[in-house]
């Protein structure tokens, strides 16, 4: 879309990564989990305005190891990384992906306005992520890995970088079950915050709740 701009990180209160505050773990399990019994979480959108943006809606997932020209958003918010990720494989001497990219998937949350769109991503690489722990029931871990947020307003983008946030990755050859596990976000227009959270067992995930403001 034009006019890419880095900026890191964010500039907001952190848990250490001095980008990303860790909002109330509580009253978002609370509220997730709540949402998520009544069946009151909302289907995703793309390119269209985002309606009703404070229900919680499940995350999108894109396989940048081998993108759909429908992934180019998330390829161009991580094009650095990927490279990075690439190089470290080849430099390893693992000629396994020398004609193409290394494993690398990733995790999105769009919130699309009349004149504005903002995009959570979140990457997963075997070399940029840390392991935080089984999903226990839903043959999966969780892991955390680098997030970033991009901006697009106009013709102009900002990318800024925002700390590490929870990825869900399931086992070889499972496909994730959204009753067991699964990953969500929404927005709250008037305090300008967007809510991530991730649920396991009907239970959300000790670490995995965050606010990050875009103020």
Partial sequence: MGGNKRSSPIGLRGD???SQSVGSTLG????LAAALLSGQI???LAQTTTPDP???RPLGYANLQ?????????VDIWKDA???NN???KAH????FSAGAAPATEAHFVIWGPKRAVVVSILNTALGCSEKGPATGAHAVVKMCPMRIAVYDGLTVRTLDAGRGCFLEPAPGVSLDPSAAASYGAYDVAARVVKIGVIVDRRAVDGCSFNIPLG
């Fill in 16 to 18: 250490g990564a001095g």
């Fill in 28 to 31: 978002i399990a609370a509220f």
């Fill in 42 to 44: 909302a289907p995703a």
């Fill in 54 to 56: 404070g229900a919680w």
């Fill in 66 to 74: 081998k993108p759909l020209a429908s992934d180019a958003t998330y």
């Fill in 82 to 84: 990927i490279d990075a």
């Fill in 87 to 89: 190089a470290v494989y």
């Fill in 93 to 96: 001497g693992d000629q396994r």
